[in-house]
């Protein structure tokens, strides 16, 4: 039996590996490696695990969510067991035969995701890939633009590398516009980077709070990141009409189990257009019959609780320093209040509410 993280958006420390009454039992821990607090991401494969249960106990605080590990057979279909969780530090897992199994913290999305979803869209007109600019390790990060108005909207994700059911949101927002919306191409111009830490999400950081800042505390007078001074040139000048960076927030619970906005600040051209967006949103998913991500309201407003005035972020960057007409971060969870956490379908309909509620807000 092999246990490693040695592939695309991989973490994990092994500690130990023993046999306790005859059950192998296995001691772990998420790597922090430059993040300055305790976060909560790991992500790891077994390969030629040994039939029968095996233990899995993580010593770094509570890390295995309320709805259980998410785990795949290929790495690329994934689904929370919530049966093999034992509790928030520990879960079993009943190996039948199987080489190789992934486990994760999450269902992940690394670059081989973005790629898989580019395909499936590469071939509309309206649509152009470009490379926005370079990692600091040497990696392209893709820039995706569609329509050709006289207004910006731009849509960013992975700020904070680990938060990855953001960008299942992000994918079906782009592909939404393009299949439902397009009308919308011919009033603006859109502009999509999906990974922001492209190097974090890649190598399976946690990227929050990461050593001196973090991607999403760069909006600086002095940015130390390649991508966000590359976006400071692209954005100067623009007429900006919305800017959502998707995120994902805290590990779960209360308001972490459920969508949440922080509102950029309240300035203007259209100090509370952003607002209305917000319950355009609540309005789609409390309609909707099936059993679906809903956004139920929450949002903390600029100045409010974690979403200090004066944060040098993304949002506060686009509203204040490029005077877009809305601007907000939309916070996904990892694995929300749903009966067994969020499937990958569930988060590409959360996206088309989204879309949805942008046109209904924009083109009205």
């Given at each position: ?32 490696r ?21 233990e ?23 689904c ?18 199987e ?92 502009h ?46 623009r ?5 959502i ?96 956490g ?23």
């Amino acid at each position: 039996m092999k246990i490693t993280s040695d592939f695309p958006g991989g973490n994990i420390k092994l500690l130990s590996e023993q046999t306790e009454n005859g059950k192998t039992v296995v001691t772990l821990e998420q790597d922090l490696r430059d993040t300055d607090i305790w976060w909560f991401y790991w992500c790891f494969r077994i390969d030629d695990p040994p039939v029968g249960e095996v233990e899995f106990r993580f010593v770094n605080k509570g890390v295995v969510c309320p709805n259980g590990p998410c785990t795949s057979v290929d790495g690329n279909n994934w689904c929370f067991d919530k049966s093999s969780r034992v509790d928030e530090c520990c879960f079993r897992f009943n190996f039948t035969g199987e080489k190789s199994r992934y486990f994760s913290f999450s269902i992940p999305y690394v670059i081989k995701d973005f790629e898989s979803f580019y395909e499936t869209i590469k071939n509309d007109k309206a649509l152009k890939r470009s490379v926005f600019t370079v990692s600091e390790k040497g990696r392209e990060l893709p820039l995706l633009t569609m329509g050709n108005g006289s207004r910006d909207i731009f849509f960013t994700a992975r700020h904070h590398c680990c938060e990855s059911t953001a960008s299942y949101v992000l994918d079906s927002v782009v592909r939404s516009i393009l299949v439902s919306y397009r009308d919308m191409l011919d009033r603006f111009t859109f502009h999509i980077i999906p990974f922001t830490d492209i190097d974090g999400a890649e190598q399976g950081d946690q990227g929050k709070n990461r050593i001196p800042h973090d991607h999403n505390r760069d909006y600086t007078d002095k940015p130390i990141y390649n991508v966000t001074r590359a976006i400071y040139e692209y954005t100067d000048g623009r007429d900006i009409a919305a800017f959502i960076d998707f995120h994902s927030p805290w590990c779960w619970g209360g308001a972490n189990d459920e969508p949440h906005i922080h509102m950029g600040p309240e300035a203007e051209p259209t100090p509370m257009l952003q607002y209305e967006l917000a319950e355009h949103i609540k309005e789609l998913t409390a309609k909707d019959a099936r059993d679906v991500i809903r956004f139920n309201g929450v949002i903390t407003r600029y100045g409010d609780k974690a979403n200090l005035v004066g944060t040098e972020s993304s949002k506060n960057f686009y509203k204040l320093k490029r005077n877009a007409n809305i601007a907000f971060t939309i916070e996904t969870p990892y694995s929300g209040n749903l009966a067994y956490g969020y499937t990958k379908g569930q988060l590409y309909i959360f996206g088309e509410h989204i879309a949805q509620a942008l046109y209904e807000t924009l083109m009205k």
